[in-house]
């Protein structure tokens, strides 16, 4: 099983765009107002996740098919 | 579609550079992604009293009130004031930064500016590395605006900058989380804003209460993201709220999250490109205060677009006189705060707890440097060596200056 990759919870978040900021990946973007997780570039480092101050980003384990 | 210039982003630093730039006779589109303008407020909603030199916004519907000065309040609760003489730069007003930034858009578009709302850029338009404009949606529909200058006013999470080829990309040392209620139903007894220091409180950051009236503040907090852990700023802020009876028995009418660069600026320039406000880092790393930057270098980069589309030069190497511009007027004093954050960072509440009680009898209104040293030496002979490379920094600013 890959290590779990990052999933946005829209209710919690707030769209202040840090995870944005800090994706090491380019993985994370605004997409209707709430930040939204390109999940093929996700490298699973958590950093988001860290560093959300609502904590609207968890991690989900992805299982492939 | 064809414009001079498409600003990305209609915060202070976007709407700033596209007045300035279409004063100067550019033809200007501001692209926003969202409905409207300034909304939601993503900011603490503290200026420092400089804007009034600019006289860049009209009347005074944006300002909550003026502030008489500021208390910082060391980790053991001691308390440092500061009048609004010495903390006037920091702290002059708390303003509705929703009124503020469609007051900026309004002069923006007075001076023949467009703006299109409800339209996110997705990507840059080029020819070969060319930038020639941008892709955008508006609602569904996609489409191309070509440009002469793309701005990249797109705040802290600049994507304008990575596609121009620029890493914007922070380290998280570099980026303060905050979250911030607005509580009603408090008695806020003066016009000061205060600050609340300590590793238990807000490790990296500080807790702010900003007040906007006599029964409603702006209470904050900024967390090292660093230092972070998932939803630590929003947990930190609810036990200081609890653990303040004046405060535990306000009512939130607002909850909203932040995230300020407390980086060193990025490179702000390439051939079509410009970047500014919190997309540039254009943010004071010990305050996380950025409008002022803001607006000062907005109008700079307005002048230099209006500059470049007259002389029909857009090359990198022409629009340099914005980074050369910004960085004597604000870019050396983010560099060395930048310093002082990282030496600040070292040390330990102690250490701050020194720092207050020795300051706290100090009369602010005759600073200087020497003066404040005996002050700080005379009650705590050691905070001497826990300060020398904060004495040093501030030896070689005398010699600059």
Known sequence: MEKPKAKVDRKKCLACGGCISVCPQDAMSMCGGKAFVTVEKCISCAICIRICPVGAVSGEEVHQL | ?401
């Not at chain 2, 939803?231 to 939130?252: Q, V």
């Not at chain 2, 980086?263 to 004071?284: E, F, K, W, Y």
């Open chain 2, 1 to 401: 579609m064809k414009y001079d210039v498409v600003v990305v982003g209609s915060g202070p630093a976007g709407s700033a550079t596209a007045r300035f730039a279409a004063e100067s006779g550019a033809k200007v589109l501001i692209i926003e992604r969202r409905q409207e303008v300034g909304v939601p407020v993503l900011c603490g909603e503290g200026i420092s009293r400089k804007i009034d030199e600019w006289d860049m916004l009209d009347g005074k519907r944006w300002i909550a009130g003026k502030m008489e000065g500021a208390r910082i309040y060391s980790p053991d609760g001691t308390m440092v004031k500061l009048s609004a003489d010495v903390a006037g730069n920091e702290t002059g007003y708390v303003v509705y930064r929703d009124i503020f930034d469609q007051e900026l858009a309004r002069q923006a578009i007075k001076t023949g500016a467009k703006i299109m709302m409800n339209t996110t850029v997705v990507g840059l338009l080029k020819d070969k590395d060319k930038i020639k404009g941008v892709k955008a949606k508006h609602f569904d529909e996609e489409i191309e605006i070509e440009a002469d200058i793309i701005v990249g006013a797109d705040g802290v999470e600049s994507k304008i900058g990575q596609w121009g080829g620029i890493d914007t990309t922070l380290k998280t040392k570099d980026l303060e989380t905050c979250a911030q209620y607005t509580l009603t139903g408090i008695d806020c007894k003066d016009a000061y804003c205060d600050f609340y220091l300590g590793k238990e409180i807000a490790p990296g950051g500080y807790i702010w209460v900003f007040p906007k009236g006599k029964d409603v503040a702006n209470v904050g907090i900024g967390v090292l993201a660093s230092l972070s852990e998932a939803g630590m700023a929003k947990k930190l802020l609810d036990d200081f709220i609890d653990s303040h009876p004046e405060l535990k028995k306000g009512e939130p009418i607002r909850f909203l999250a932040g995230a300020v660069p407390v980086a060193n600026p990025v490179d702000t320039v390439r051939d079509n490109l410009i970047l500014v406000g919190d997309a540039a880092r254009h943010v004071d790393p010990i305050t996380g205060g950025g409008l002022t930057h803001c607006l000062e270098g907005g109008k700079i980069a307005g002048e230099v677009i209006g500059k470049a589309v007259k002389a029909k030069d857009f090359s990198a190497d022409f629009l340099s006189e914005y980074e050369k511009r910004w960085k004597e007027a604000f870019g050396k004093k983010i560099k060395r705060n930048y310093l002082v954050k990282e030496i600040m960072l070292d040390m330990e509440d102690k250490t701050f707890n020194m720092l207050a009680d020795s300051l706290k009898d100090y009369k602010f209104d005759q600073i200087s440097t020497l003066g404040l040293v005996k002050a700080l030496v005379l009650k705590h002979p050691t905070l001497l060596m826990k300060l020398t490379p904060l004495l040093k920094l501030s030896e070689g600013k005398e010699k600059d200056t």
